[in-house]
């Protein structure tokens, strides 16, 4: 299983643009990056994914180097109902052997006004 | 619309008391899964199923039960339950593909075993 490392929390201002940072050093060839958002007490929402280069769409992009040992989530103009949870997960779900997805502990994100 | 449900929503029960906690979802969805959240542990998983009569376990799946006998039901069985299983449970569903790690959430079953 690649291990992802996420910094613990951030804290933004309203209307900046927020970017989280995952690093996953042992990615493998068929694992993909998958972003997911958190509120107390709600189950997780699906933000992105992708496998390499850049994703973008309603919500937020997904950057991701050449050699994917890390990825990018970027916000932009985040408001403050963007407060939450977020987690990187790496995973291949898609082969015969099925990786369980780990979550990790997340960044939480705080956005001030 | 579109959704994952969980019954009971807040359970209370004893050691030992056996205890099913229902997960449904009505988008056809061939991937299935239960997460365990504990606070500074992140989300877990526990099993997941990837079509009918296909389950596997996940990362904790000790003390814990499964069944796919239908594609929109996952029911988690605890057979004897033990306050170490007290947690804020999720089931998850997902299509296939790479729509699978699009897993859509159910709103969460609180769980406290005294």
């Known amino acids: 299983l690649a291990k992802t490392t996420q910094p613990i929390s951030m804290d933004s201002y309203e209307g900046q643009e927020v970017n989280i940072t995952c690093s996953h050093n042992n990615i493998a060839t068929n694992d993909y990056i998958t972003w997911y958002q958190q509120f107390p007490s709600q189950g997780p929402r699906f933000i992105i994914q992708?496998?390499?280069t850049k994703v973008t769409n309603e919500v937020a992009s997904l950057f991701i180097p050449a050699d994917r040992k890390s990825s990018t989530l970027s916000l932009p103009r985040v408001s403050l109902s963007d407060t939450a949870v977020y987690y990187c997960l790496v995973g291949d779900m898609l082969g015969e052997g099925n990786t369980p997805l780990v979550f990790g502990k997340g960044t939480r994100l705080s956005v001030i006004a | 619309e579109a959704q994952v449900t969980q019954n009971p929503r807040y359970l209370i029960t004893v050691t030992g008391k056996k205890l099913t906690v229902t997960c449904s979802q009505n988008?056809?969805?061939?991937?299935m899964s239960w997460y365990r959240q504990d606070p500074g542990l992140g989300l877990r998983q526990i099993y997941y199923?990837?079509?009918?009569?296909?389950?596997d376990k996940g990362d904790v799946p000790e003390g814990y039960k499964v069944s796919r006998k239908e594609k929109r039901n996952f029911p988690l069985i605890l057979e004897s339950p033990s306050p170490n299983q007290t947690s804020l449970y999720f089931c998850?569903?997902?299509?296939?593909?790479?729509?699978?790690?699009?897993?859509?959430f159910g709103p969460g079953t609180r769980l406290t075993v005294t």
């Open positions: 199923s990837m079509n009918v009569e296909v389950t």
């Open positions: 998850a569903s997902s299509s296939q593909g790479t729509e699978i790690y699009e897993q859509y």
């Open positions: 992708g496998y390499k």
């Open positions: 988008m056809n969805h061939e991937y």
